[in-house]
Nanobody
Framework: VQLVESGGGLVQAGGSLRLSCAASGSTFSINAMAWYRQAPGKPREFVAGITNDGDPTNYADSVKGRFTISSDNAKNTIYLQMNSLNAEDTAVYYC??????????WGQGTQVTVSS
């Protein structure tokens, strides 16, 4: 499974961005996908997850009500709509896929920078 993120960039506080993650390869084996993020000097943290049926699983408390995860199975793509961004959302955002064989796959990451 290969994952490619896109959509990151620089945005002012209060603004919005939409991230995309396109999966390719053995996508039939994917059980669930998720977004994680890692800010400088901090460990990688879970942001939001979604099942292969397109049901959002859960969100980190810090993004509830502001971020929405969704999927387009026909395009093997998941999205992360991020609204009301603040400086604490600045991080590299990574796409993750979890397969039926319990394999973990990661994208290369996309930088999101929120200016205050």
């Amino acid at each position: 499974v290969q994952l490619v993120e896109s959509g990151g960039g620089l945005v002012q506080a209060g603004g919005s961005l939409r991230l995309s993650c396109a999966a390719s390869g053995s996508t039939f084996s994917i059980n669930a996908m998720a977004w994680y993020r890692q800010a400088p000097g901090k460990p990688r943290e879970f942001v939001a997850g979604i099942t292969n049926d397109g049901d959002p699983t859960n969100y980190a408390d810090s993004v509830k009500g502001r971020f929405t995860i969704s999927s387009d199975n026909a395009k093997n793509t998941i999205y992360l709509q991020m609204n009301s961004l603040n400086a604490e959302d600045t991080a590299v955002y990574y796409c993750n896929a979890w397969t039926v064989l319990r394999h973990d796959y990661w994208g290369q990451g996309t930088q999101v920078t929120v200016s205050s």
